[in-house]
């Protein structure tokens, strides 16, 4: 059985800074891909920042103000969110996927193996 938990969401202002953590087990716990999506209301899921072994890969609308990390001892992934803004807003999502794949599709949300139930993150302006 493989679960992601995600928490750390909630309501902030446009500049402000969050910090998202996934907590993961069972099969979950040894995945070689571990990131972020997030979907905002009518729209589609969208990749964040992926980790996949020690390679990291960003969004370009999040370059430079998110940040990813992988603590593997304590099976937790999170994500850092600076420079918070408004179009951010969205439920964000802890994806895995057991083995590794092509980076053309990392950013696919159909080839990750389980999801979290997702944490809303709200910024207002």
């Keep these: 059985q493989a679960l992601l938990v995600e928490s750390g969401g909630g ?21 070689y891909v571990m990131g972020w999506f997030r979907q905002a209301p009518g729209k589609e899921r969208e990749f964040v920042a992926i980790k996949s072994g020690q390679d990291t890969y960003y969004a370009d609308s999040v370059r430079g103000r998110f940040t990813i ?11 850092q969110m600076n420079s918070l803004k408004p179009e951010d807003t969205a439920v964000y999502y802890c994806a895995s996927r057991s083995n590794r794949i092509v980076l053309s599709s990392l950013r696919q949300p159909g080839v990750y193996d ?8 709200t910024v207002s302006s």
């Design 11 to 31: 309501l902030v202002q446009a500049g402000d800074s969050l910090r998202l953590s996934c907590a993961a087990s069972g099969r979950a716990s040894t995945s």
């Design 114 to 121: 389980y999801w979290g139930q997702g944490t809303q993150v």
């Design 69 to 79: 990390s992988r603590d593997a001892a304590k099976n937790m992934v999170y994500l």
